[in-house]
Nanobody
């Protein structure tokens, strides 16, 4: 069973930055896509950013130019660098991995709160 462990969330003021990390229990080469989702209170979970094994990236329109997804293969880790944070970025951020056979894995989530 694959485990994804997120960290790096917290309370930050508007305009601030955070870097989220997602450590996988096996090589991230085994996944076709890794992604970050978020869920705000009372809202559905939404895709924030994704990164394919071929290094293609995709971002939600609301975070383009402010968030960057990247990975460190040696550390089996995917990152989400978030800058110019806004109150509407508040939510629980989840790491997601899609296996090459179609299996889908989720982390437990990390809370991000943007507030003054």
């Amino acid at each position: 069973q694959v485990q994804l462990v997120e960290s790096g969330g917290g309370l930050v003021q508007p305009g601030g930055s955070l870097r989220l990390s997602c450590v996988a229990s096996r090589s991230i080469f085994s996944f076709s896509t890794m992604a970050w989702y978020r869920q705000a209170p009372g809202s559905q979970r939404e895709l924030v950013a994704s990164l394919t094994s071929g290094d293609s990236t995709n971002y939600a329109d609301s975070v383009k130019g402010r968030f960057t997804i990247s990975r460190d293969n040696a550390k089996n880790t995917v990152y989400l660098r978030m800058s110019s944070l806004k109150p509407e970025d508040t939510g629980v951020y989840y790491c997601n991995a899609l296996g090459k056979t179609g299996s889908l894995y989720w982390g437990q989530g990390t809370q991000v709160t943007v507030s003054s």
